[in-house]
């Protein structure tokens, strides 16, 4: 069994859907729960510190360890605020979900600058603004699990989503930085791009009773995307700087590859003619590596060059 005995977790927005469904199976392997959850709408408006307590009750009840937090990620004091209620209640902190997010959609032409800063605030800043507090503790203790919630949205696109997308996005690239230099720290981090009915999908559906014909919809339980966010915030996991999907019970490792491409010859001033000229290797696919960073891309090139310094 996949056990958090003695460990501390952080889930943010663990108030509801996917975050709380971590949240309770985190504390149902043995972790001591900080269940963060501002209590707003989906659109990010007002709080309700019973979103939280809700879940905080439902946990203990089953004989599990949790403490509510009402702070948002959304501010420096927030993040800060939701580490040290982990280590002042329970003196370390193993894991964080940074799941805490927003949602709505809007056209990209539509698209306003608060509008657009809102969505990064939340999910991306926020993200900031929670990892490098808990960044610190686990680095001191030597050890550490990130799991960030990002979407396909971000790596794939998403109709209506421009900011969204991009939030997410972003996250995949904190993660890839946080993997890298916590690796001699015993820190790992991951994102984990879920499907799950939530009120991401019901709030945003015109006509409820979709969710009762369409068989899609059913086969994506948020129960299904629990397994990979809770072996990923594990000891048990040894996996770093890397994407996962969670989808309707198929769990699936994400990437970014690096096709061979055309290079031109050593010394040549290349023109646009000669993209054109070469745009089926340009555009080729296969075959690729998968950069574990920068240096690997630029390093790769200098071989096929023949520079050495």
């Known amino acids: 069994m996949t056990d958090f005995t003695g460990q501390v977790a952080v889930v943010t927005g663990a108030g509801r859907g996917l975050g709380r469904l971590y949240a309770i199976e985190l504390a149902r392997r043995g972790a001591a729960v900080v269940v963060n959850d501002l209590g707003g709408s989906m659109a990010g408006e ?21 403490v509510a937090s009402y702070d948002s990620v959304d501010s420096p004091d927030g993040g800060a605020a939701i580490v040290r209620t982990a280590v002042d209640r329970f003196g370390r902190l193993d894991a964080v979900v940074s799941n805490a997010g927003i949602f709505n959609s809007v056209p990209f032409d539509e698209l306003s600058a608060d ?4 969505m990064l605030g939340v999910h991306l800043d926020g993200g900031f603004y929670l990892a490098q ?3 610190r503790v686990m ?3 030597g050890y550490g699990r990130f799991v960030f919630i990002a979407s396909s949205a971000g790596l794939f696109g998403q109709h209506l989503e421009a900011h969204y997308a991009a939030a997410k996005a972003g996250l995949v690239g904190l993660s890839n930085v946080i993997a890298l230099e916590g690796a001699p720290h015993g820190i790992l981090a991951n994102t984990v791009l879920p499907f799950g009915i939530s009120r991401m ?3 945003t559906l015109d006509d409820p009773k979709v ?17 990979l966010v809770v072996y990923l915030a594990s000891r048990a996991c040894r996996l770093s700087h890397q994407n996962f999907s969670a989808c309707a019970g198929r ?3 994400v990437f970014v590859g690096l096709a061979d491409g055309w290079l031109a010859p050593p010394g040549s001033n290349p023109t646009a003619d000669d993209i054109a000229a070469h745009l089926s290797e340009v555009t080729a696919t296969e075959p690729f590596t998968i950069p574990e960073s920068i240096y690997d891309e630029v390093f790769g090139v200098a071989g096929r060059l023949g520079v050495t310094g």
């Open 211 to 227: 969710l009762e014909d369409n068989e899609f919809f059913k086969a994506i339980r948020p129960e299904l995307v629990a397994p």
């Open 46 to 66: 007002g709080a309700e510190t019973a979103v939280a307590d809700q879940v905080v009750e439902e946990i203990t009840a089953a004989g599990g360890t949790a």
């Open 115 to 118: 509008g657009w800063r809102r």
């Open 139 to 141: 680095k001191d203790q």
């Open 133 to 135: 507090p808990a960044y």
């Open 251 to 253: 769990f699936a490792r």
């Open 201 to 203: 999908v019901t709030d």
